[in-house]
C-alpha cells in the first residue's frame, strides 16, 4: 500500500508564513512492529497518541503489535493531512490490501491541486 504524499509532507516557514509544502515522496514509511503481552495493551493504547511537533514529525505514526490473542494496529493521523474521509479510504484500501486486491493509485491527488493552484495565484 503506498502512503498518501500529504503524510509525508512537514511544516515549513517560507518567509513568515507557516506553509505545509515540504513534500518527501521518497521517505520510507516507517511502522513500529512489536511483539507485546496481552496484559500491557491497555497501558500501551493509553500512551499511544501524543502531540505532534509538525516541523520536524511526521504527520503520522503507525504500530502493529501481536500479542497471544490478538493483532493490533494503532493509526495517529494529524488533521492537518487526514480528515474522517480519508480515514474511510484508508481503512477501505487497508481491508483489499489484507484481502490480496490489487489497489489503485489515485491519478489526481489534493496535494497536486494544492499544487496547482499556488501556481495559478
Not at 500529504?6 to 511502522?31: F, P
Not at 509538525?54 to 493531512?81: G, K, N
Amino acid at each position: 500500500m503506498e502512503m498518501h504524499p500529504y503524510l509525508k509532507t512537514r511544516l515549513v516557514l517560507v518567509g513568515e508564513e507557516v506553509m505545509q509544502q515540504q513534500r518527501r515522496d521518497g521517505q520510507a514509511v516507517e511502522i513500529l512492529v512489536k511483539n507485546e503481552d496481552e496484559s500491557k495493551m491497555k497501558s500501551v493504547m493509553t500512551e499511544f497518541v501524543q502531540p505532534f511537533e509538525l516541523f520536524h514529525d511526521d504527520m503520522y505514526r503507525f504500530e502493529i503489535y501481536t500479542t497471544q490473542s490478538a493483532v493490533y494496529l494503532q493509526v495517529d493521523i494529524h488533521h492537518i493531512a487526514f480528515d474522517g474521509v480519508s480515514m474511510g479510504i484508508f481503512l477501505q484500501d487497508l481491508k483489499h490490501a489484507l484481502e490480496g486486491k490489487d489497489l489503485s493509485p489515485e491519478t489526481v491527488s489534493a496535494f497536486d491541486v494544492s499544487l496547482y493552484e499556488q501556481e495559478g495565484s
